[in-house]
């Protein structure tokens, strides 16, 4: 079982470095499109209006939840969130750190101030997580800045 866990976590982060490979000339959202794992966060930045922003010219640094991870959230909470923009938009910042974080920056329990104006907390003891998620593919590199794929969507505390 956990021999099947890990073949399959390899053989998924394998496919998701491969479909960012050429990346780099694409923003952040271009990218993130082009992977096919995060639909309902490229719909949640378009319903809260950040498209435009994320497409400028940074750098930013996001925390991107895969769709799986949208998924595992309380039933109706998305379909709640793309109705508020304004709380959509309020979530969707608290994933993204003003410059180009790589994960060789990172310390554990390191603090960085999001978009968001709140602090996420990162770990990097027994593999790096944010605010609890895990980072299942770091370092993807876009033109205007960098993705880390998380397996949930984090919340600031308010």
């Known amino acids: 079982m956990l021999r099947r866990t890990f073949i399959a976590l390899t053989t998924t982060a394998a496919l998701t470095t491969s479909a960012f490979a050429a990346g780099h000339s694409k923003d952040i959202?271009?990218?993130?499109?082009?992977?096919?794992?995060?639909?309902?966060?490229?719909?949640?930045?378009?319903?809260?209006g950040l498209v435009e922003t994320l497409k400028g010219e940074g750098p930013f640094t996001v925390f991107a939840p895969t769709d799986e991870a949208f998924a595992a959230l309380p039933e109706g909470t998305v379909e709640g969130l793309l109705a508020d923009p304004e709380a959509l938009a309020a979530i969707l910042t608290y994933h993204v750190v003003p410059g180009k974080v790589m994960s060789t920056d990172l310390s554990n329990n390191m603090m960085a101030t999001t978009v968001n104006g709140a602090d996420v907390?990162?770990?990097?003891?027994?593999?790096?997580?944010?605010?609890?998620?895990?980072?299942?593919?770091?370092?993807?590199e876009a033109s205007n800045g960098v993705i880390h794929v998380i397996d949930a969507v984090i919340l600031p505390a308010n």
């Open 29 to 48: 959202v271009d990218t993130a499109v082009e992977a096919g794992s995060f639909t309902t966060l490229v719909a949640a930045v378009e319903a809260a």
């Open 121 to 140: 907390t990162i770990m990097t003891e027994g593999g790096v997580m944010v605010d609890g998620a895990n980072v299942v593919t770091a370092d993807i």
